[in-house]
């Protein structure tokens, strides 16, 4: 086999194995919004998708599931600094409860995303955006799911 031959055979076992993967979400769960982050078809880059209003978060996701080829969903688990669980954890299991009841053949993963937020923060501050859009939630949320999907990502596979 040459050497252009190689690399033909190489990417196309890349795009198979892409076509038989499903992309992975990750969500930053919040009381008003939800950061949704996803993977692309190798799983190998997380990309901030959107902030939803988290009381249309199931609608949200029922349509997303529909249109694309979700493998699993990464759900931020927020934790204390000492690991304990933060005060939003009862919340965060009461919709794992109704999502797992909606779509049941769906595998919901947890993922500790202590300092999201933080790290958000200081993304933007360090891409140099101005102090409104540093102080816009919903952008914060889309980072902070990103983050996760990537420390996921690192971690996991």
């Avoid at 190689?6 to 009381?31: H, N, R």
Wanted: charged share 30%; proline share 3%.
């Amino acid at each position: 086999m040459e050497f252009g031959e190689t690399i033909w055979v190489t990417i196309c076992e890349s795009l198979i194995f892409a076509c038989i993967m499903g992309k992975i979400v990750a969500l930053d769960y919040g009381q008003k919004r939800t950061g949704v982050a996803m993977t692309d078809a190798l799983q190998i880059i997380a990309s901030g998708l959107t902030t939803v209003a988290t009381t249309d978060l199931l609608v949200f996701l029922d349509k997303l599931l529909r249109d694309e080829d979700i493998e699993r969903i990464v759900v931020g688990e927020p934790k204390q600094s000492r690991g304990n669980a933060s005060g939003i954890e009862p919340e965060i299991m009461s919709f794992i409860k109704k999502l797992n009841e909606q779509q049941p053949d769906m595998p919901v993963v947890r993922f500790d995303e202590r300092f999201t937020s933080k790290m958000a923060s200081r993304t933007m501050r360090e891409a140099g955006l101005k102090k409104k859009k540093r102080q816009d939630k919903a952008l914060v949320d889309q980072i902070s799911a990103t983050i996760i999907l990537q420390d996921y990502l690192k971690t996991t596979l």
